[in-house]
């Protein structure tokens, strides 16, 4: 959610946006549309649905568990008063000494950044339904250069300093996805309690990939979408099934079938890859839970390595409208830590739904979601 999540990418983000269904206790479950966002086959088809529905959600997760940010700004506020101090000649030999051990310190830092939001909205069809969404994910690493050291040393040798000078810089990559599809789903005769889905779809994907100095480092410039930005057009389609066998549901979803390689503006190639993830939902009595994992790696990408990530969740109805959703997802990526999550599912009838999730790891490294569903 995702996310410590060092690097985000797709973060897989806030393990809110994953729903689940929340009514094991009661005679016919919730309409959750945005359950075709992650397996096309997910939502059951329902004749008995006439309404337009409109479900949107959105999602943060930052990781500055570094504190990289934080020490940028105090590198920056020393190396600006060092090179004031220079242009008075009231430097000398030492004064040097504590920016070059907070640049030593900071070396391989990182920060990241997951962000994004979709929407689902049904149609006089209950077998077709239009999706849309827009998904953001980022890690900047700070790199040190050695030879700033001696450049710091050298200028307080003879008084004169200038910080545009320094080489260390912030590394930056982000992935920016945004799509427009049709999701259908349907049955086939001959599979009993299975649903199959697909989903055509319009897809552009941005690389966003920088160099910044430390000199010239600002905090919006990390992931300034609006320079150093290649983008791709492209279509592509997601495909689901979902077979139901008592109180157990299985699914299966697979994410951008045609994969394409592309290029960002300084050259890192970035593979896109298609990705399998598989659910295994448990209605009990009380609760119902559900077990979700990727079976194929995130793809890398510069500075975010390639991840895997598994969520376990749980819905525990507190009340015929109040449901209590606890989760705990796990990264398998050199960087990433685990994340537990807790959250609030409020329904008032099958349609109308207000769904908000909170993760939490340390001051520093945390993120939220909610989720909106109403007729129109």
Not at 25 to 44: D, G, I, K, R, S
Not at 118 to 135: K, Y
Not at 254 to 262: L, P, R
């Amino acid at each position: 959610m995702p996310l410590s999540l060092r690097n985000l990418y797709s973060c897989l983000f806030v393990a809110g946006l994953q729903p689940l269904s929340l009514a094991a206790h009661a005679t016919t479950p919730p309409y959750q549309l945005a359950a075709v966002q992650q397996n096309p086959a997910a939502l059951n088809l329902r004749d008995d649905i006439s309404a337009t529905i409109l479900q949107m959600d959105g999602y943060i997760f930052i990781d500055d568990s570094d504190e990289l940010i934080y020490s940028l700004k105090k590198a920056n506020d020393e190396g600006r008063a060092l090179e004031g101090r220079s242009r008075g000649i009231l430097v000398i030999p030492g004064d040097e000494a504590e920016l070059v051990q907070r640049l030593e310190e900071m070396g391989d830092d990182t920060n990241n950044l997951a962000a994004g939001g979709h929407f689902t909205l049904s149609t006089s069809s209950p077998a077709w339904h239009i999706v849309g969404g827009s998904e953001f994910s980022g890690s900047a690493r700070f790199n040190y250069d050695e030879d700033d050291a001696n450049r710091l040393r050298f200028a307080t040798l003879v008084g004169l300093f200038s910080f545009g000078e320094l080489q260390s810089s912030m590394e930056v990559s982000a992935l920016w996805s945004n799509y427009l599809g049709l999701n259908y789903r349907f049955n086939i005769d001959g599979f009993a309690n299975t649903q199959f889905g697909i989903t055509p779809k319009i897809q552009n994907i941005s690389l966003i990939e920088r160099s910044i100095l430390i000199s010239e480092y600002e905090e919006e410039k990390l992931f300034d979408s609006g320079r150093d930005v290649d983008h791709t057009l492209q279509l592509n389609a997601d495909l689901g099934i979902r077979h139901q066998l008592n109180r157990w549901v299985l699914g299966l979803a697979i994410k951008d079938i045609y994969q394409q390689e592309m290029q960002s503006t300084i050259g890192t190639v970035y593979q896109q890859r298609s990705q399998v993830n598989a659910s295994i939902d448990y209605q009990a009595t009380r609760a119902t839970w559900r077990l979700d994992a990727d079976l194929t790696p995130q793809a890398a990408f510069g500075e975010m390595p390639a991840q895997r990530v598994y969520n376990l969740r749980s819905a525990i109805p507190l009340s015929q409208r109040i449901t209590l959703l606890l989760g705990y997802s796990w990264l398998n990526n050199p960087y990433g830590d685990d994340s537990p999550s807790i959250g609030l599912h409020y329904n008032l009838d099958q349609l109308l739904h207000i769904h908000a999730e909170f993760n939490y790891v340390s001051n520093n490294e945390l993120g939220g979601s909610i989720n909106l569903q109403l007729p129109l």
